[in-house]
């Protein structure tokens, strides 16, 4: 019998809060294959708006839910591009079976002690997905996050199980770290019967994007040459490694909510005459080098470390944590058959997958919920 394969497409707007990654995958095969990606950015305005609503404010229900309306919109512009795509080369758009909508984390607090609640907080990711079923006229599976936090997980990250099916292999041990504003870690241990590890590491991006901007104007330090021409300061790079998350042990997950602009300014009150380039180099060390702790605490094993996310395109990055790993070849998911800036949206191609399959999409040893549990909700086309 021959079956025809359901494509999924995959969604992502990370922390960096740079715009939309999207995909179309194909799960049919042995391993996971990308058909069509493409990608809109967001504009300065609705960038800071969304960099605003991670904080409380004035009116933020109505300025929440205006942003999760803009967020479906640019969202459905994506899925435009890319069923054009399938359409193009031939294969029917037809067969996308769902779409896996990540939306805009804005509140990442999935424990917080309460008299009523006991220690079940919340995540919040914006994005009015009735209106993304809408406009596409294809099933959406949004809110991925909060039935793990609901089972008393993390809701962070989801990731590694899709890192396990593309980049697993068998008898060996890998490692995935994605660089996106967040950074994180999968550990695939090459065994079935070992479970797959997995947290957020510390900031990735999110710092060096908002530092860069305020000092350059620039959105991105390209290619990590601005930190290249500093040099790190030892002494604020011990400051800003002297934070409790980086010693947590997991499960363990972290946000804006944390590594903010107010966290950084606090942090730097001491090193005011400090140079703007050195300040970069040293929060490109502090990436690489919390990267590399948690490598080596949790993954020394590893045969290779994979990265994938935008800070995969981040050069002085990629030598700083090659630097902090001698021994260990760093490469990027490129090599693996995977563009680093895919990797995500495919991950969330495969969660709708998961979903429409009521298949679990959290690994209870990576988030420590309570169970597997099959994430999101359905908002039929
Ligand atoms: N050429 C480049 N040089 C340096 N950094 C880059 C380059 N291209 C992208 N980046 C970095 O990657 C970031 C975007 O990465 P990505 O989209 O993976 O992060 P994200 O949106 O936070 O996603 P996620 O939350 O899924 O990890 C940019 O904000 C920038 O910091
Ligand atoms: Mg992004």
Not at 26 to 34: A, E, M, R
Not at 225 to 248: I, M, S, V
Not at 301 to 314: H, K, P, R, T, W
Request: hydrophobic share 45%; proline share 6%.
């Amino acid at each position: 019998m021959c079956t025809v394969p359901e494509y999924y497409i995959g969604l992502m707007s990370g922390t960096s809060l740079d715009g939309v990654d999207g995909v179309v995958a194909d799960f049919s095969g042995t391993k996971p294959q990308v058909l069509a990606n493409a990608s809109c950015s967001f504009d300065a305005d609705f960038k800071a708006e969304l960099l605003a609503l991670n904080s409380p404010g004035a009116n933020e229900l109505h300025r929440a839910a205006m942003a999760g309306n803009t967020i479906a919109i640019a969202y459905a512009g994506v899925v435009r591009q890319l069923l054009a795509q399938l359409t193009a080369r031939n294969l029917a758009a037809g067969r996308v079976r769902a779409i896996g909508a990540h939306g805009q984390t804005v509140r990442h607090q999935p424990r917080l002690n309460s008299p009523s609640t006991g220690d079940i907080g919340y995540t919040i990711q914006l994005i009015n997905a009735a209106l993304l079923a809408e406009r596409t006229g294809i099933d959406v599976i949004a809110d991925l996050r909060s039935r793990d936090v609901a089972a008393a997980g993390q809701g962070a990250p989801l990731v590694p199980a899709f890192h396990n099916a593309v980049f697993g292999q068998s008898h060996k041990m890998v490692s995935v770290l994605n660089l996106g504003g967040i950074a994180n870690l999968s550990v695939l241990p090459g065994a079935a019967t070992l479970p797959v590890l997995g947290f957020d590491c510390g900031p990735g991006n999110a710092l060096l994007d908002a530092w860069c901007q305020q000092h350059t104007g620039a959105a991105f330090d390209a290619g990590g040459d601005w930190a290249a021409q500093g040099h790190c300061l030892p002494d604020l790079l011990q400051t800003l490694r002297n934070e409790a998350f980086f010693d947590q042990t997991p499960p363990k997950s972290t946000g804006r909510d944390l590594f903010n602009v107010s966290w950084l300014k606090k942090k730097l009150s001491n090193f005011s005459s400090a140079a703007p380039n050195d300040v970069q180099a040293t929060l490109t060390e502090l990436t690489a080098s919390t990267c590399a702790q948690s490598v080596k605490r949790y993954a020394s094993e590893s045969s290779v470390l994979i990265v994938c996310g935008g800070g995969a395109y981040n050069k002085e990055l990629l030598l700083r944590l090659q630097h902090a790993l001698p021994g260990l070849p760093v490469q990027t998911s490129d090599d693996f058959g995977m563009p680093a800036q895919q990797v995500e949206a495919a991950a969330f191609a495969w969660l709708a997958r998961q979903t429409i399959h009521r298949q679990p999409g959290n690994l209870p040893s990576v988030t420590g919920a309570a169970g597997p549990r099959i994430l999101g909700a359905i908002y039929p086309a």
